[in-house]
């Protein structure tokens, strides 16, 4: 079956260095999302991206984030400036949405990404 | 803002025996779409079930079913006959009917324990 690989597993970074995760979402996916879990809290939406564009983000999407989709496999998240509040697990996740009926998400396993 | 609770944070089960995981919603839409996601130990999220709420008919896969109270705005999954391998972290999810689909909003999750 078809997975949504994410590289690297486990990433530890030093406050205010930059930081970009990696995803490779399902081949005929059109739709790319973004996720992150601050331990032992809900799993939060960031960022959803169709068609080379950003089509919706959150309130925590902000100017330090970015997307990019750099060649047409790879689905990339930029941190700019690492803060300690973004430690966190950070999933990745792809869909194509059906014509009539719910959108379903396929999740990655998730980055770690723990600041210092 | 829509949310979604989930007010067992962990529970446990005897194999073979039947459990039922609770959610609560609160939206103001008529129209929307709700998921389980199953996720096991250090491994990606997949999708258990999923319910569409103008459909009245609980949705069923295998084992696994629903109880969806549009009113009460409850939706909890039951599941049956509990394996060894349906141990894992439980997240009850919410999306919008339309353009926001892939913005899915998520319960802080019940982790389930299965007992030989």
């Known amino acids: 079956e078809p997975e949504v690989t994410q590289t690297p597993s486990h990433q530890v970074t030093q406050m205010g260095q930059e930081v970009i995760l990696r995803c490779v979402p399902i081949?005929?996916?059109?739709?790319f999302y973004w996720y992150r879990q601050i331990l032992g809290q809900k799993v939060e939406f960031l960022v959803s991206?169709?068609?080379?564009?950003?089509?919706?983000k959150s309130e925590i999407f902000d100017d330090q984030f970015s997307v990019e989709r750099p060649d047409g496999s790879n689905f990339t998240l930029k941190i700019r400036s690492t803060k300690l509040e973004d430690s966190a697990m950070y999933f990745c996740?792809?869909?194509?949405?059906?014509?009539?009926?719910?959108?379903?998400?396929?999740f990655g396993a998730g980055s770690r990404l723990t600041v210092l | 803002a829509q949310t979604v609770t989930q007010s067992q944070p962990e529970m446990s089960v005897q194999e073979a025996e039947t459990v039922t995981l609770s959610c609560t919603y609160d939206?103001?839409?008529?129209?929307?779409?709700l998921f389980w996601y199953k996720q096991p130990p250090s491994r990606q999220m997949i999708l258990v079930i999923r319910?569409?709420?103008?459909?009245?008919q609980n949705a069923t896969e295998n084992r696994f079913s629903v109880n969806f109270q549009k009113a009460a705005k409850s939706f909890s999954l039951k599941i049956s006959d509990s394996q060894l391998g349906d141990a894992a972290m439980y997240f009850c999810?919410?999306?919008?009917?339309?353009?926001?689909?892939?913005?899915?909003?998520f319960g802080k999750g019940t982790k389930l324990s299965v007992k030989p």
């Open positions: 319910q569409e709420a103008y459909k009245q």
């Open positions: 996740a792809s869909s194509y949405p059906p014509r009539t009926g719910a959108n379903v998400l396929t």
């Open positions: 991206f169709y068609n080379n564009e950003i089509s919706e």
């Open positions: 939206t103001s839409e008529s129209d929307y779409y």
């Open positions: 999810a919410y999306s919008n009917y339309g353009g926001s689909q892939g913005n899915l909003i």
């Open positions: 081949s005929n996916h059109l739709y």
